[in-house]
């Protein structure tokens, strides 16, 4: 069975940082493109970030709107993804999900952990 | 960026009877458009990924067609579980994108 749990999350004023982590189970995480999604009443859902293989070099992509303000990572030895999250907005509260990509897009999901942004 | 307008934002329909739901891409896009329903306090689930692919398990009542820039996901002879938030995404180049949901309502 297939499990993903996202923790970090929490209450942080604006112009701080916050790192989510995400353990992952059930599948083989090394093989897996990771990425993180987020949801807010506002936005809906957003695609946030993502990080590829050992064979890609670990080569991440960033949404425009956390480029340079967020950093993904990965520890395939301990099956987890990483969100580093700093000089944090207001805009980017909400629920985040960690997401494999595999054969399908984004075809297991996590419970989510919620991130609020406020002074 | 390909933007995907989605509509409706919100529909209302009694069981049995038929949802469409249409997602127009600002790009072409092929056929690489995913379907995902997400209840009150879950989080999304994929129900039919690109090539108008069903997941194994998700009910027949559930289709998508499209290619290109116009997709369409259908619901046959809705049942009172279907109700849930209804999302599209591209998954044919970055960044991933979003359509912006449609609420599905029961009379």
């Known amino acids: 069975e297939v499990k993903l749990e996202e923790s970090g999350g929490g209450l942080v004023q604006p112009g701080g940082s916050m790192k989510l982590s995400c353990v992952a189970s059930g599948f083989t995480f090394s093989n897996y493109w990771m990425n993180w999604v987020r949801q807010s009443p506002e936005k809906g859902l957003e695609w946030v970030a993502e990080i590829r293989l050992k064979s890609n070099n670990y080569a991440t992509h960033y949404a425009e709107s956390v480029k340079g303000r967020f950093t993904i990572s990965r520890d395939d030895s301990k099956s987890s993804v990483y969100l580093q999250m700093n000089n944090l907005r207001a805009e980017d509260t909400g629920i985040y999900y960690c997401?494999?990509?595999?054969?399908?897009?984004?075809?297991?999901w996590g419970q989510g952990t919620t991130l609020t942004v406020s002074s | 960026e390909t933007t995907v307008t989605q509509s409706p934002a919100s529909l209302s329909v009694a069981t049995g009877e038929k949802v469409t739901i249409r997602c127009i891409t600002s790009t072409d896009i092929d056929d690489d458009m995913n379907w995902y329903q997400q209840k009150p306090g879950e989080p999304p689930k994929l129900l039919i990924s690109?090539?108008?692919t069903l997941r194994p398990g998700v009910p027949s009542r559930f289709s998508s067609s499209g290619y290109g820039t116009d997709f369409v996901f259908t619901i046959e002879n809705t049942l009172s579980e279907d109700v849930a938030d209804y999302y599209c995404?591209?998954?044919?180049?970055?960044?991933?994108?979003f359509g912006g949901g449609t609420k599905l309502e029961i009379k």
């Open positions: 995404l591209q998954s044919d180049n970055m960044p991933y994108t």
């Open positions: 690109e090539g108008n």
């Open positions: 997401t494999p990509y595999g054969n399908y897009v984004f075809d297991y």
